[in-house]
């Protein structure tokens, strides 16, 4: 049983360390600040969660059972795409992004619309 949660190890490992890797090379060679804010957040967080799930298995491994992981993932899981989405509400108002379409004239769309309500 150990033999098989130290492959797992490893193997969870090997894709964190893949995804932490694939995040930071689109960090460093997308161009725009909306494609830099994609790779970051979709990859780092599956790569932090594997790291974490390889955690939980090698304290598993040595018999200190430890879920204090659980935690983390669960914080990461819900702050990433939060930070995420304001940091691309920002570009967007700033329009330092090339990236979104201009905003419909009907103004419905959430994040440019006026206080009053969508559609006013």
Not at 9 to 28: K, M, P
Not at 29 to 39: C, F, I, V
Not at 74 to 103: D, G, M, W, Y
Request: aromatic share 6%; hydrophobic share 45%.
């Amino acid at each position: 049983m150990s033999l098989v949660l130290d492959i797992l190890t490893a193997v969870t490992l090997l894709i964190g360390a893949l995804f932490t890797l694939v995040g930071s090379y689109g960090l460093l060679k997308l161009d725009d600040p909306m494609k830099r804010l994609h790779a970051p957040t979709k990859a780092g967080t599956l790569g932090v969660g594997s790291l974490i799930t390889a955690s939980i298995l090698h304290s598993f491994t040595t018999g200190e059972n430890s879920v204090h992981e659980v935690l983390i993932v669960a914080f990461l899981f819900v702050t990433a795409p939060i930070s995420a989405h304001f940091i691309s509400k920002v570009n967007i108002h700033r329009q330092r992004c090339e990236t979104p379409p201009p905003p419909p004239e009907d103004r419905i769309w959430a994040t440019l619309g006026s206080s009053d309500g969508p559609g006013s």
